[in-house]
């Protein structure tokens, strides 16, 4: 058991920053609500006090324990979860499954709290596929089956498989590569830092961008508000504050930060997309309306769900 | 038995409404601040209760009574009739056709009793939970109390959701988010046929609004296979 005050200096100046930043962010959406009183800036008010909230849960969680940690992030997929199986649609037979989905998110989080790394990457896509036909059959009603089994397993994929991945981050033991002064726990909670605090700016970034410079659009069949200029201006962005961040906050030096900056900025592009297509093939605009001016919590996890697992793979390949 | 209830609401129903359920409430401050009061809403699940009663202040939980069917709930199983009696707090009422009814006894009374000491009451108008996204035609019972009271405001409601999270006839819930839509609130009109017209619609309306989806009816791609090759 650790306390507050033998926490890591920088893991401390990095949480500082975080808060930092939505200070500025504060700031300025004030600043511009006086310039120009005429424009509606309750979206973005809304939006900036979800952020507050979102840090200060997700900070508190992540310095605490990693059993605090892991318990957040299965929170996390639980709503997550909860959001896609409401919105989509689904037979009345398969209520029993549904249990089933449930009850795999503690079994996840658990293979990741014991930091068996086999178990965990092959218990959802491997073990959940084979078992969740098994109550179906029981239950006997083929009129559906394919289209039931594969949505509900696709839900799993996304909600609780890749944000586990975020999870395990937290499990990362000292990397050979350490520099002096990092202890183990402290070392997976300054990955997860890295990982959630550079998808969220990335995401930030490319929205900013896109409504400074945005005029040719990307993909408009599926998200008519992305531009060409709001996607390259987030990578790019990332692609900086990757380099400056990730030799400070985690075992890569900075040409690997820099390339891993390119990877979760056009990663994060597209499971934010992913999502897009998922809510106009349902015809939603938004999965729920549980944090106020960002939509639901698929919504705001979407980037990560990309690049958790492309994050977690390249640090333990490159750097384990 | 009061501070069982509030303890009740306030360590087991609100929680599990708020977190493993998920609720989205769309106009909740027209919902009544003070008895007497009726609020009428549409019936697919046990759950719609207990999201209805975790909708209100603590402080008027007292106040907030469901009516239900006295030979569901008050007969047989006895746990469920002792959580109903003095949990969720329902005025038992007296169902035509039941096993319970006495002709020569009003069985509204009770109702009307508690609305008399200004009550809010929940009153389901379809008279018992339907399938889900159905709207049952609603029964007159509550026409004839509001004949009696021409003054208590009825506000409609409409859970949307719920009958999926745990339909009738299913053992468990699920935890699925819900939607709740609360309607302006509606008076006395003087005709109990055309007041009860005029709840059923606007219960109707704002049915329209929900978000979710409802039991998966569509033909797999097997079917469809099967029909077009029919056609051939």
């Known amino acids: 058991m650790r306390g507050w005050f033998d926490l890591n200096a920088t893991l401390l100046i990095a949480v500082g920053g975080i808060f930092a930043l939505l200070v500025a962010g504060t700031i300025i959406i004030w600043a511009l609500k006086r310039a120009r009183p005429e424009k509606d800036y309750t979206e973005l008010v809304q939006r900036t006090k ?9 900070t508190a969680a992540v310095l605490v324990d990693r059993v605090a940690g892991l318990i957040f992030l299965g929170i996390v997929s639980f709503l997550a979860l909860k959001e896609y199986l409401s919105i989509i649609p689904t037979r009345r037979a398969d209520r029993r499954i549904l249990f089933f989905l449930y009850l795999a998110i503690p079994i996840q989080y658990y293979w990741v709290g014991t930091g068996w790394y086999g178990m965990f990457i092959i ?32 839900g799993l994929m996304v909600t609780v498989f890749s944000l586990s991945h975020a999870a395990y981050t937290l499990m990362l033991p000292l990397a050979p590569a350490a520099k002096g002064g990092w202890a183990e ?17 990335n995401d930030v970034a490319q929205f900013v961008w896109g409504k400074l410079l945005g005029r040719h659009k990307i993909i408009p069949a599926v998200s008519p508000n992305k531009t060409w200029e709001g996607f390259v201006g987030g990578v790019l962005t990332s692609v900086a504050l990757s380099a400056a961040l990730g030799p400070w906050l985690t075992p890569i030096d900075w040409r690997g930060a820099a390339i891993l900056g390119a990877i979760l900025g056009i990663a994060g592009f597209v499971g934010d997309v992913t999502v897009s297509a998922l809510k106009r093939d349902l015809g939603l605009k938004d999965t729920s309306q549980f944090l106020p001016g960002h939509g639901g919590v698929l919504d705001r996890v979407d980037s990560l769900t990309y690049t958790a697992p492309l994050f977690l793979h390249y640090v333990r390949y490159f750097y384990y | 038995m009061h501070w069982l209830r509030l303890l009740f609401f306030l360590v087991v129903v609100r929680p599990a409404v708020l977190f493993l359920l998920g609720l989205f409430v769309r106009r909740q401050e027209l919902l009544p601040r003070q008895g007497p009061a009726i609020v009428v809403a549409n019936h697919n699940s046990h759950l719609d209760t207990l999201v209805l009663l975790a909708l209100f202040p603590l402080a008027l939980l007292p106040k907030v009574r469901p009516v239900a069917a006295a030979d569901y709930f008050l007969e047989g199983d006895s746990t469920l009739g002792w959580i109903a009696r003095n949990l969720i707090g329902i005025i038992p009422i007296r169902r035509r056709g039941s096993a319970l009814e006495n002709m020569r006894d009003d069985p509204l009374r009770p109702a009307a009793e508690a609305l008399a000491q200004g009550a809010i009451l929940i009153i389901y108008p379809e008279g018992t939970r339907g399938e889900p996204g159905k709207l049952a035609k609603f029964k007159n019972g509550v026409a004839f109390l509001v004949e009696r009271f021409p003054d208590v405001p009825v506000t409609p409601v409409y859970l949307h959701g719920l009958g999926k999270a745990w339909p009738k006839g299913e053992r468990w819930p699920v935890p699925l988010l819900c939607e709740v839509f609360v309607g302006t609130r509606l008076r006395w009109c003087g005709d109990r046929a055309q007041f009860v017209a005029k709840l059923e619609r606007r219960v109707q309306a704002m049915a329209r609004f929900g978000d979710f989806p409802g039991w998966d009816s569509e033909p797999s791609a097997a079917d469809e296979k099967r029909a077009l090759d029919g056609e051939r």
């Open chain 1, 185 to 201: 726990p402290h070392v997976g909670a300054a990955l997860m830092i890295y990982l959630v605090v550079l998808t969220q700016l």
């Open chain 1, 123 to 154: 218990f959802v896509p491997v073990y959940m596929l084979l078992f969740l036909p098994l109550p179906m059959l029981v239950i006997g009603q083929t009129q559906g089956f394919l289209r039931a089994v594969g949505t509900l397993h696709w």
């Open chain 1, 50 to 58: 979800s952020w507050w909230v979102m840090a200060a849960i997700f």
